[in-house]
């Protein structure tokens, strides 16, 4: 098995007025080149977007584009037309494929929004631009893994262009489970920790942690506090 820990504390920073950002790897300003990616998982950015403000019209191309609130409102707008509010619970995704233009911004003008924005190297390249969101149920990753994104349009939670996995958990402190990875020859999982403790595979992560394994097909979880989870089952490589 082989593993890479990232503490909260190592991770880039962007301090934009309106914007906060945490970089779990390489992106804008913040270059390392030991923390490029973990496979095709590409970006991992904690933002806080201020009252009001957001991103404007930007262009991405063939990535897909997983964004995840936490806190807030956030609403969306592209060139297909698209117009949509995300809030804590839903999860949204993005294939740019062949090209697309879009915006983000706080619909809120009392309070910030938080949120994950991932992105993930695409297994095929300019396909049609795709928008989709759904709304989860919190409490069905209560002690338990909750799928929210995979490869299949038919399959539990949003679908990408990628042999991908997502699964979030809200696990009790105290409690074991065991996740075992739906391709273990090819992918390996990272795990960001949302809040509290927990120790994975012997290694203790804590809030905001991210800790990626690979080379192994099962993955223990102890929680040593209330913990929220979410684990990324991703190729360790595009080809």
Same mark, same amino acid.
């Given at each position: 098995?082989?593993? /890479?820990l ?12 309106? +914007? $906060?950002?945490?970089?779990? @790897?390489? @992106?804008?300003? *913040? @270059? ?8 095709v ?8 977007i201020a ?6 019209t ?9 964004t995840?609130p ?29 090209? !697309?233009?879009?915006?983000?911004y ?10 994950? $924005? ?5 297994n095929?390249?300019? /396909?049609?631009?795709? *928008?989709? $969101?759904?709304? +989860? ?9 909750q $799928? ?9 939670? /949003?679908?990408?262009? %990628? ?5 979030? !958990? ?7 489970m ?11 999982? *990272?795990?960001?920790? +949302?809040?509290?403790?927990?120790? !994975?595979?012997? %290694? ?6 991210? *800790?990626g ?7 223990e ?12 089952e ?6």
């Amino acid at each position: 098995m082989n593993t /890479v820990l990232h503490k909260s504390n190592t991770r880039g920073s962007a301090e934009h007025g309106w +914007l $906060q950002a945490k970089h779990t @790897f390489s @992106f804008a300003s *913040y @270059f390392n080149p030991e923390r490029m990616s973990f496979g095709v998982l590409r970006v991992l950015n904690d933002d806080v977007i201020a009252a009001g403000m957001g991103f404007g019209t930007h262009p991405h191309d063939n990535m897909e584009i997983i964004t995840i609130p936490l806190e807030g409102d956030l609403e969306h707008k592209d060139s297909m037309n698209n117009t949509a509010v995300i809030k804590s619970g839903d999860i949204q995704v993005l294939s740019a494929g062949s090209g !697309i233009t879009h915006s983000e911004y706080n619909k809120n003008k009392d309070r910030p929004v938080k949120l994950l $924005q991932i992105w993930v190297l695409p297994n095929k390249h300019n /396909v049609s631009p795709r *928008y989709d $969101q759904i709304s +989860l149920n919190i409490e069905d990753r209560h002690n338990k893994f909750q $799928q929210v994104l995979s490869p299949n349009s038919n399959d539990s939670g /949003v679908w990408i262009h %990628q042999e991908a996995w997502f699964s979030m !958990i809200d696990i009790d402190e105290g409690k074991s489970m065991n996740y075992r990875l739906k391709n273990p020859e090819k992918n390996g999982v *990272y795990l960001f920790v +949302l809040n509290g403790k927990a120790t !994975i595979n012997n %290694q203790l992560v804590e809030d905001r942690d991210g *800790y990626g394994l690979w080379n192994t097909s099962e993955i223990e979880i102890v929680a040593n506090s209330n913990a929220e989870l979410l684990l990324m089952e991703v190729p360790m490589s595009n080809r």
